[in-house]
């Protein structure tokens, strides 16, 4: 079975352009979240989605958002960039929703690691 | 809010011997899950182990178990002989058991001595 799938790995932006990020969970998977990694900050909590719909989110501006397809394959948008969002975007999907995640833990993807100049 | 502490920034050990790391956490809930990822040069986080909160007696697989201290909020790490391929970033993290969402620690470096 293939594992999570993130694309592209690597990508070099501009400050002020936006960017997407694609995530192809594990086949059966509804859940996909999206952390974020940096020196700084470590990993934190950007948001969930589960059946295309988010059920929650992290403490980020609004500049990140994301969605979520009816294939649960999940994207993940950030606009107007700044060099802080700079950082490798990490994508994990599990196969259950609430309340079952112990019979399902969450699996990661290699990341996008995403430069800002 | 939750908080997950590895005290521990670095850990060296020797090829074959055994290290243990350290992570404490805070919270209010009582049922939760905790878990340590590993997370090698590669990027990719792999789950290590899994602990419930509701669950006494401490986890293992393979050569990794885990010293769970409900009352204290402490939940260890140890790997014994210890091979090339555990020199990674290790990272604590909890979970309540309703949700997905992953608190993580700030990791520790873990770093094997042939």
């Known amino acids: 079975k293939a594992g999570v799938t993130q694309t592209p790995r690597y990508l070099i932006k501009t400050r002020g352009q936006q960017v997407t990020l694609s995530c192809s969970p594990i086949?059966?998977?509804?859940?996909v979240s999206w952390y974020q990694q940096t020196p700084g900050q470590g990993l934190q909590f950007l948001f969930e989605?589960?059946?295309?719909?988010?059920?929650n989110k992290g403490n980020f501006p609004g500049r990140f958002s994301g969605r979520q397809f009816s294939n649960s394959r999940s994207e993940m948008n950030v606009s107007t960039l700044e060099l802080g969002d700079s950082a490798l975007y990490l994508c994990?999907?599990?196969?259950?929703?609430?309340?079952?995640?112990?019979?399902?833990?969450?699996?990661f993807g290699n990341g996008t690691r995403l430069t800002v100049t | 809010a939750q908080t997950v502490t590895q005290s521990q920034p670095e850990m060296s050990v020797q090829e074959a011997e055994t290290v243990t790391l350290s992570c404490t956490y805070d919270t209010s809930e009582s049922d939760y899950y905790l878990f340590w990822y590993k997370q090698p040069p590669s990027r990719q986080m792999i789950l290590v182990i899994r602990?419930?909160?509701?669950?006494?007696q401490n986890a293992t697989e393979n050569r990794f178990s885990v010293n769970f201290q409900k009352a204290a909020k402490s939940f260890s790490l140890k790997i014994s002989d210890s091979q090339l391929g555990d020199a990674a970033m290790y990272f604590c993290?909890?979970?309540?058991?309703?949700?997905?969402?992953?608190?993580f620690g700030g990791g520790t470096r873990v770093l094997v001595k042939p």
């Open positions: 989605y589960f059946s295309e719909t988010q059920r």
């Open positions: 602990q419930e909160a509701y669950k006494q």
């Open positions: 086949s059966g998977h509804r859940s």
């Open positions: 993290a909890y979970q309540k058991a309703a949700g997905n969402k992953l608190t």
């Open positions: 994990a999907s599990s196969l259950h929703g609430q309340g079952a995640s112990y019979n399902s833990p969450l699996h």
